[in-house]
């Protein structure tokens, strides 16, 4: 292979993993802020559904007033969610998603989304919360840890 042919080849082969990485993120995340009660926070199970049938979003991102951080909500199954809190487990920065991950700007730690710390400086998890699910609700309870 010759000069031109290869960077033809690796410049194709960059733009084709860009455009893909492009289309597979193209959905913005979702931001909701629930419905706060005594004890935590309802969501509607509707708020994971694209508009593409039998499709669904991975997490939607809680913010509340009320809260100090926001709470990222993971969807595995019609009756598997995660819901972690997005402060750094480190020094309490606010996190970032990134798909099906949390990382932290600051000094880059990472969580996987069940909240387990994957990658320090944080040396414990993150903070979770129970889910439960009645009649197409999610309730966050924010009692406990």
Known sequence: MNRKEFILKSCSACIGASALTFLSS????????????????????????????????????????????PICVYRFTDTDYSAVWMQCAHQGAELNVAGDYL??????????????????????????FPVTINNNQLFIDLRKV
Do not use: M
């Open 103 to 128: 990382q932290c700007p600051a000094h880059g730690s990472e969580y996987d989304n069940r909240g387990r710390v994957t990658n320090g400086p944080a040396d414990r998890d993150l903070r979770t």
């Open 26 to 69: 193209c959905a913005a995340t979702k931001f909701s802020s629930g419905k706060l009660t005594k004890d935590g926070i309802l969501i509607d199970t509707k708020e994971f559904a694209l508009k593409e049938k039998d499709r669904y979003r991975l997490y939607i991102v809680v913010r509340n007033d009320s809260l100090l951080f």
